[in-house]
């Protein structure tokens, strides 16, 4: 559910308020982030400061490649999808590598 809800909300719901008053990089870099941003705000109270700073770099590349999906495509459907395969792939790495 967490991919679903992200996406509408950054991809479909920002995106499409902030496209038509920016250009497309800017945009794609804005809701880019703020999505790391929130993950950031997220994470602090678990993780040292430092280790949260190197933690989001992913998360805004990952912002970066869902809002350009979104900006090619004109859907949030791929990005969906995409941050799906995402999120399953760190559980993966979470049950076989961390625990």
């Known amino acids: 559910a967490n ?11 920002m995106f499409t308020k902030l496209r038509p008053q920016m250009s497309a990089n800017f945009t ?5 982030a703020f999505y790391t941003l929130y ?15 190197v933690a989001v770099i992913p998360v805004f590349a990952a912002g ?3 809002a ?3 900006e090619k495509t004109g859907s949030i459907t791929a990005a969906i999808i ?3 395969l995402s ?3 760190i559980i993966c790495v979470y049950w076989f590598i961390v625990r």
């Open 68 to 70: 350009l999906i979104r």
């Open 3 to 13: 991919p679903i809800l992200e996406e509408f909300y950054w991809r479909g719901y």
């Open 82 to 84: 995409s941050h799906m």
């Open 28 to 32: 794609i870099l804005t809701t880019a």
């Open 39 to 53: 993950h950031l705000i997220t994470i602090i109270p678990i993780f040292s400061l430092t280790f949260s700073l």
């Open 64 to 66: 970066l490649f869902w």
């Open 87 to 89: 999120d399953f792939g």
